[in-house]
């Protein structure tokens, strides 16, 4: 069967670091999303990740190993607006997203 | 940017009432647009995709004839929950993308479901 695992919650401090693991295993692999999901709010997009390394894009940046199944997100100088779910999604050999359950960040002052 | 509406942002209906959510791809062509369904604390279900002039291929366990799902043009997708029960209250989103090999979706701001 098809999985993506990532935390059920986890908690971090304002101006601190934190990453966001994911780990998966699907049926071909068409690349890896990030997106960002307040409560009460549809998804908004983060990242995308194909290719093995390192996406930066300002505060946020996104890791992926195929080889290994493995994702992460990292954010840095984290901010109050941040505390939102975190879904890890990764498209499949017929361009399916298959969704993780998410990962609640819970930032405190 | 991608935009993309959903309407209306939130309904409530009553018990055996039917209800249509629209979602529309406001600067761009949608070949393929996607329904989901998200529970409180859960996530994103999908429910259905869609491609334009084709049926809709639905996930399993999803009720074709419950959830009538039309995608009339490039640019609009309508999801009709037929008969609506209140476990059907949730959160529907829909997100549409420009092709097979999209680079992303672009998903619509959701609509509220509240069945009494």
């Known amino acids: 069967g098809q999985n993506i695992d990532q935390p059920t919650e986890m908690t971090a401090t304002e101006g601190a670091i934190v990453q966001i693991n994911c780990t998966y295993q699907?049926?071909?692999?068409?690349?890896l999303f990030w997106y960002q999901q307040h409560a009460g709010e549809a998804p908004t997009f983060l990242s995308y990740?194909?290719l093995d390394g390192l996406e930066e894009k300002g505060r946020f940046s996104s890791f992926l190993s195929r080889s290994k199944g493995y994702s992460y997100l990292l954010l840095k100088e984290l901010q109050m607006k941040d505390s939102a779910s975190y879904l890890c999604a990764v498209s499949d050999s017929n361009y399916q997203l298959i969704w993780g359950a998410g990962t609640k960040l819970i930032i405190k002052p | 940017g991608a935009v993309v509406s959903q309407h209306p942002s939130w309904v409530i209906c009553k018990s055996g009432t039917s209800v249509k959510i629209e979602c529309r791809s406001l600067d761009f062509q949608a070949t393929t647009m996607f329904w989901y369904r998200q529970f409180p604390k859960q996530s994103l279900m999908l429910m259905a995709t869609?491609?334009?002039?084709?049926?809709?291929?639905?996930e399993q366990g999803v009720e074709k004839d419950k959830f009538l799902i039309n995608h009339a043009s490039l640019t609009l997708s309508t999801l009709t929950v037929t008969s609506a029960h209140p476990e059907d209250s949730s959160f529907y989103i829909c997100?549409?993308?420009?092709?097979?090999?999209?680079?992303?979706?672009?998903f619509g701001p959701g609509t509220r479901l509240t069945v009494t």
């Open positions: 997100s549409a993308s420009a092709g097979r090999d999209f680079y992303e979706q672009y």
């Open positions: 990740n194909v």
């Open positions: 869609s491609n334009e002039g084709s049926k809709a291929t639905y």
């Open positions: 699907t049926s071909g692999f068409n690349g």
